[in-house]
Every structure is written in structure tokens, then in C-alpha cells.
């Protein structure tokens, strides 16, 4: 982060969160997992939660309306990793359902995309797959190889390829994935203010949402979770920039 955007972040969190933290009615904080409250790492099974995030989670539970974890991630692997109790893991991107499944036939075809790839790696996900590319020697060629052997694949099995940090995933069409299951979250609850924090192209769309709850009324503050491959559209767009998970859990002890 250079310093001319570290001075407008701070000023961003003094105002905003300073506003935020004043408003009466029905808030809720609602935060992404990887790259937000872990650090990224080479495997997602590798993810730790980062030191004191914990903390600052449990301190806000009996403070806010609700606090979430809104994650690709599945459920089961969210509650091994939060460990927080009254917090609300929305995995799957809000899909929710573990026990959802992709038939057979795509997943085989995914997997033999993958076996394209030198360090490519295939992972199931309920109703949805992953493939990582994070381990490939060149991810840049990578990407482009598999974003050219997957889209058919969903596009045939009536699925979405959407992209994420060294990962490639079909998920089901039409669902609307992390923005739907906030502005689910909000109208469920009441809302009458909400802080999200994210780091990834999906965490964009994820803003749009805050963005369409803002013009109904909603009092809203876009958090980007800065790190070394937070796209720049996420930073234009949000309100506030903390500099990695670390930053994140300042952020949070605030609150």
C-alpha cells in the first residue's frame, strides 16, 4: 500500500467507523474468511485464523445484531476454523446446503481438467467444485489454461466459473452467491447498518450489494482487507482499507 492510500484509509476508518459506531438501531458485521481473517496461504487447508481475531469476534457477539462469516468456504470447515460461538458461518457463499452434490460426469470432467495442469488441484465442495492453481509453476498460464478447459464444462452443467485467488470454481447458475446471501442476511435481520470486509473479486460483488443496500437506506461500510493480490477494484471501491488480516483485527478490537 503506498502512502498516499494509507492517509485516505485512515481518515476513511476515523469517519466512517466513527459514524458506524454512533448509529442507533440494528447493526451487524459481516466478514469474508480467507485473505480477511486468515492469512492466504499455498493450500486452504493450511488456513489459521489470525492471532486475536477470535477475541475480537467473541467481544462483538452480545453487541451487534448478528456477526457472520460469509465465505466459499463449506460450513464444516468454517466451524474448525471460527470457533466462535454466536457466530453465524454462512459457507458455500450462502448456499448452505453440505450435502448438496455435482453429478458425477462434471465432477470427472473437472477432474480431468485438471490433471491438465501441472500443480493444479481439484477439490469438492458439496454443491460446488474447486480447482487451485496456486502450487502451478507459471499461475498466470495456468489460469488461462483452465479457465479454457472449465468454461464449457460449466457451461454444459448449467453452472457459473467464477474466479478467486489462484482458484477457478462452478458453482450452480443464478445463484446469487456472497452479495445475495448479504442482502439475505440484512433484509432477515433488520439491518439498519452493516460493515462488511472482504479481499477478493467476489468480495466486489459483495460491495455492489452494500452499495444497492445504501440507496434503500441501509447505513453502510465497504472494508477491503489489503494484501499482495487484493485486485484494485476492491480497494477503489471501498470506504475503508486496512492493511491485511492484522489490520482487520485493529479494526475489529474498535468496534
Same mark, same amino acid.
Given at each position: 500500500m503506498d502512502a498516499e492510500t494509507g492517509v485516505r484509509s485512515v481518515r476513511q476508518m476515523e469517519n466512517r467507523i466513527a459514524t458506524f459506531d454512533r !448509529? /442507533?438501531?440494528?447493526?451487524?458485521?459481516?466478514?469474508?474468511? =480467507?485473505?480477511?481473517? +486468515?492469512?492466504? $496461504?499455498? *493450500?486452504? /487447508? &493450511?488456513?489459521?485464523?489470525? =492471532?486475536?481475531?477470535?477475541?475480537? &469476534?467473541?467481544?462483538? @457477539? %452480545?453487541?451487534? /445484531?448478528i456477526v457472520a462469516i460469509v465465505s466459499g468456504r463449506t460450513p464444516s470447515q468454517l466451524r474448525e476454523l471460527v470457533q466462535v460461538e454466536g457466530v453465524v458461518l454462512a459457507g458455500f457463499y450462502g448456499l448452505g446446503d453440505?450435502?448438496?452434490?455435482?453429478?458425477?460426469? @462434471?465432477?470427472? *470432467?473437472?477432474?480431468?481438467?485438471?490433471?491438465?495442469?501441472?500443480?493444479?488441484?481439484? /477439490? %469438492? #465442495?458439496?454443491? +460446488? &467444485?474447486?480447482?487451485?492453481? *496456486?502450487?502451478?509453476?507459471?499461475?498466470?498460464a495456468a489460469e488461462g489454461l483452465l479457465t479454457g478447459l472449465l468454461a464449457p464444462i460449466a457451461r454444459d452443467a448449467n453452472m457459473e466459473l467464477l474466479a478467486g485467488k489462484k482458484v477457478l470454481e462452478l458453482v450452480p447458475a443464478g445463484h446469487p452467491l456472497k452479495q445475495g446471501a448479504i442482502e439475505r442476511i440484512v433484509a432477515e435481520h433488520r439491518l439498519d447498518g452493516v460493515l462488511f470486509a472482504g479481499d477478493d473479486l467476489a468480495d466486489v460483488g459483495a460491495f455492489g450489494a452494500l452499495d444497492r443496500l445504501?440507496?434503500?437506506? $441501509?447505513?453502510? @461500510? #465497504? @472494508?477491503? $482487507?489489503?494484501?499482495?493480490?487484493? %485486485?484494485? +477494484? !476492491?480497494?477503489?471501491?471501498?470506504? $475503508?482499507?486496512?492493511?491485511?488480516?492484522?489490520?482487520?483485527v485493529g479494526l475489529l478490537r474498535r468496534l
Open positions: !448509529l /442507533e438501531g440494528r447493526r451487524g458485521i459481516l466478514l469474508d474468511f =480467507d485473505g480477511t481473517l +486468515s492469512p492466504i $496461504v499455498a *493450500r486452504p /487447508e &493450511l488456513a489459521q485464523i489470525r =492471532d486475536g481475531a477470535r477475541q475480537a &469476534l467473541a467481544r462483538l @457477539v %452480545p453487541r451487534y /445484531e453440505e450435502t448438496a452434490t455435482v453429478p458425477q460426469e @462434471v465432477t470427472t *470432467r473437472v477432474i480431468e481438467a485438471t490433471a491438465h495442469v501441472p500443480g493444479a488441484r481439484f /477439490e %469438492p #465442495k458439496g454443491g +460446488s &467444485l474447486a480447482v487451485h492453481y *496456486r502450487g502451478a509453476d507459471d499461475p498466470v445504501a440507496a434503500g437506506g $441501509v447505513h453502510t @461500510v #465497504k @472494508v477491503a $482487507v489489503h494484501g499482495p493480490e487484493t %485486485p484494485a +477494484s !476492491l480497494l477503489e471501491a471501498a470506504d $475503508v482499507v486496512v492493511d491485511g488480516p492484522a489490520g482487520l
